[in-house]
Nanobody
Framework: QVQLVESGGGLVQPGGSLTLSCAAS????????MGWYRQAPGKQRELVAV???????NYADSVKGRFTISRDNAKNTAYLQMNSLKPEGTAVYYC????????????WGQGTQVTVSS
């Protein structure tokens, strides 16, 4: 069982920055991924960025060059630094982690609202 606790969402103006945090606890596999997804009103949930326990990253084309995902393995915490935010970035952002303990697991946080508006 893995629990994810998210923080950092809020209101930011276009062009501004915001950093999200996701702290994982529980039976975390040594080899795992942590990632951020988002879901805007009327749209499907989409991958924003993902990072493996070894530090390999992947980003959605829409956020490349503006967002940076990182992690602190000692704290089991992932971060999403979001720069140059656009109104279309308004969405609920969800933290996710996947791994293999006794069995494969796939857990989600509750989500945190990010609103980009002037």
């Amino acid at each position: 069982q893995v629990q994810l606790v998210e923080s950092g969402g809020g209101l930011v103006q276009p062009g501004g920055s915001l950093t999200l945090s996701c702290a994982a606890s529980g039976s975390i596999a040594s080899i795992n991924t942590m990632g951020w997804y988002r879901q805007a009103p009327g749209k499907q949930r989409e991958l924003v960025a993902v990072i493996t326990s070894s530090g390999r990253t992947n980003y959605a084309d829409s956020v490349k060059g503006r967002f940076t995902i990182s992690r602190d393995n000692a704290k089991n915490t992932a971060y999403l630094q979001m720069n140059s935010l656009k109104p279309e970035g308004t969405a609920v952002y969800y933290c996710n982690t996947k791994g293999m303990s006794r069995t494969f697991y796939d857990y989600w946080g509750q989500g945190t609202q990010v609103t980009v508006s002037s």
